[in-house]
């Protein structure tokens, strides 16, 4: 009789843990990157305050940015802070930070950028007809705990 309640009891935990797991993948959203097969550049587009902003989603970049010329667009919060930025110029440019809130895939969230004075953002326009506003880094990755899954052209909230 005990090997019964026993095997009830451990059937009941897998059921509900198993339940839990299913709950959580079925509550993510899988955003499609923005003109797949275009190129192999994976973007979204995010809405700020009704805007649309083409993003780069670059897990190699610590901060996530924002060109100047989108940042006069929308409203903002100053950041007391400035970051360095080397990877965009072979030239270590000096960076405000500012925080924006944003929709993406109809999910809210905030999340800090640096500013980038440029507005041909790493010359994606030039070269692909793409124009590009900024990049989501890998603070907003694991702020909104987001993946990138490659082989679907996709990331996961």
């Known amino acids: 009789m005990i090997y019964i309640w026993t095997f009830f009891t451990v059937f009941i ?7 839990i797991i299913n709950k ?31 993003m780069i989603v670059d897990t190699g970049c610590g901060v996530s940015i924002i060109t100047k010329n989108a940042l006069d667009k929308i409203k903002y919060t100053p950041c ?29 969230s905030t999340n800090n950028f640096a500013v980038y004075n440029q507005d041909n953002f790493a010359c994606f326009e030039t ?21 990138i899954d490659y082989n679907n052209h996709c990331i996961i909230l």
């Open 13 to 19: 935990i897998a059921v509900f843990i198993s339940y």
């Open 80 to 108: 007391n802070k400035s970051i360095k930025l080397s990877a965009l110029t072979s030239d270590c440019l000096k960076s405000n930070v500012v925080t924006i809130g944003f929709n993406i895939a109809g999910k809210e």
């Open 127 to 147: 070269m692909y007809g793409i124009t590009i506003h900024g990049l989501l880094g890998n603070e907003f990755m694991e702020h909104t705990n987001c993946k």
């Open 24 to 54: 959580k993948v079925r509550n993510r959203h899988y955003y499609k990157f923005e003109g797949s097969g275009i190129s192999d550049i994976p973007y979204v587009t995010i809405d700020i305050q009704g805007h649309k902003f083409n």
